[in-house]
């Protein structure tokens, strides 16, 4: 047995392309099935069924999302089929073939108004906008489907050998003048260090079960304060200047202020202490590592 689970059962890993499950991927050990889009288009409702009741997997790990806030806004029934119908389903499948499912969800659920403290599991999501809504929707399909679930809400997520990230974004901006929100709280998560606390909780899988879980590194700041971190880190001559989320977010949709989640629980459960939000970024984006 390795990382929790018997080799010859199946584990299913949706969006396996991403940030997460590309990371995750590369480190699970077993019998991995990572279908194309072309061999299994989670937009076909149907196709999904179908190719569920081909296999019998042990685990699920939905990794698939609409996760660009903006165009959640503009293609609203994409992203609810995505972030809420296909995690109903998968849930459903889970339940009754009594398989475990482990959903990344958003520290988006919330609406950001409170004040210079994180938020726990224990809060209410009030999401502000169609993205968080959709994943929040996901999440309580899952829960009412009453499978073995471990939901792991996670924030700005990045990875150096991914384009589809703030960080890559920033280190490839050609403009003279960058301006990054100042007033907008969180702590990112590189994809490494997601897809190594996910392994070790696969490695409890039978015994966290149920659960939904804030997993983000310690420690926080604005998208500013990293920015600033990560081109000093790596020497890059930008000129960066802070600019109020109001300003910066006229045309795009409502994100929420304050973002933090507090992953104290998943720290307790696992008997770790994370690093801070920089350490990970260091270890992500070392100097002479990148060109």
């Not at 073939?97 to 409170?114: A, E, W």
């Not at 169609?130 to 489907?145: D, L, N, P, Q, W």
């Amino acid at each position: 047995m390795k990382n929790g689970l018997i080799l010859n059962t199946k584990i299913l890993i949706l969006g396996s392309t991403g940030q997460i499950g590309k990371s995750i991927k590369k480190k699970i050990n077993g019998n991995v099935i990572c279908p194309s889009k072309k061999k299994l288009n989670l937009r076909n409702i149907n196709q999904l069924k179908r190719y569920l009741d081909k296999y019998k997997f042990s685990l699920i790990i939905n990794c698939a999302a609409l996760t660009n806030v903006n165009e959640c806004e503009k293609q609203k029934k994409k992203a609810f089929l995505l972030n809420t119908e296909v995690p109903d389903i998968l849930s459903k499948y889970c339940k009754k073939n009594r398989s475990h499912l482990i959903h990344f969800s958003t520290n988006y659920v919330f609406d950001g108004k409170k004040k210079f403290k994180s938020y726990s599991e224990i809060n209410k999501p009030s999401p502000i906008n169609y993205y968080g809504k959709t994943k929040y929707f996901g999440e309580k399909k899952i829960i009412k489907s009453d499978c073995n679930y471990i939901i792991l809400r996670v924030a700005g997520v990045y990875s150096k050998n991914s384009k589809n990230n703030f960080f890559y974004k920033l280190l490839n901006n050609r403009n003279k003048k960058i301006y990054i929100v100042d007033d907008e709280f969180i702590s990112p998560c590189s994809a490494n260090f997601v897809s190594d606390v996910t392994l070790k909780l696969i490695k409890n899988i039978t015994l966290v079960k149920k659960k939904i879980l804030h997993l983000t590194p310690n420690g926080s700041g604005t998208w500013f304060y990293y920015a600033k971190y990560l081109t000093k880190l790596l020497n890059r001559k930008k000129i960066i200047y802070p600019i109020k989320s109001d300003n910066f977010n006229k045309n795009n949709a409502k994100r929420p202020k304050n973002s933090i989640i507090n992953s104290n629980k998943i720290q307790k459960i696992l008997k770790v202490k994370f690093y801070n939000v920089k350490r990970y970024i260091y270890d992500e984006y070392k100097p002479n590592v990148i060109e």
